[in-house]
């Protein structure tokens, strides 16, 4: 079986998988967490669409976007997929990607209607250890699959992974896949925010009172 990733050679699936659930488990670092040349590229990104906030694509409210760090009070990312209307197309090494944004209280997930869960395997989404007021490259969303839903192919459904083995990198999962069985290139493993997720009534943290 094999997946192919956008621009690279073909590669074995065996090659590209490292292991089960939590082997995985470390940071991963790409080296663009406020740095000039991220901050520089959102500022020039936003001031090409004359924007000078962004709303959250969860709780929808505006945020504004400062000149310097922390450029915003949560952070960005970019995914293949447009995940809301706000979110404006730039390029970025030579792929276009849309610019997303969720802001501080949704990645921490403090308020009961702030917090969102998987539809499928009902696990809460955690954004609470991602960097504030930078850039993620990659969809932070699919970085992460809770679940075996998420390794599916967008078209004809069946399993691209086994339901235990994870990509080397969260990027990875922002990368066009062909499905071995029909053949379909696409984002597979970035999927839209409302097939996955639901808002769960629950508080993430419960504060010790
Ligand atoms: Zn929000
Ligand atoms: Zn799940
Ligand atoms: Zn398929």
Redesign the pocket.
Known sequence: MYVQLFGCEEVKVDELFIGPIGENAEIEDEGNHGNDETRLFILSSLAQSQMSRVACILCEEPMLVFDRYPLVDGSFFLSPKQHSTGCIEVKYEGRPLFLTCVCMACLDGLSTNRVINCRFCGEIWDGSNLVLGTMYSYDIFAAMPCCAERLK?N??F?LLLHPQQRLNFYSDYSHCVT?P??A?QDTHFVKPLSFCYTKSNVVRHQSIA
Do not use: A
């Open positions: 192919c078209n004809c069946k499905c069985y029909c379909t």
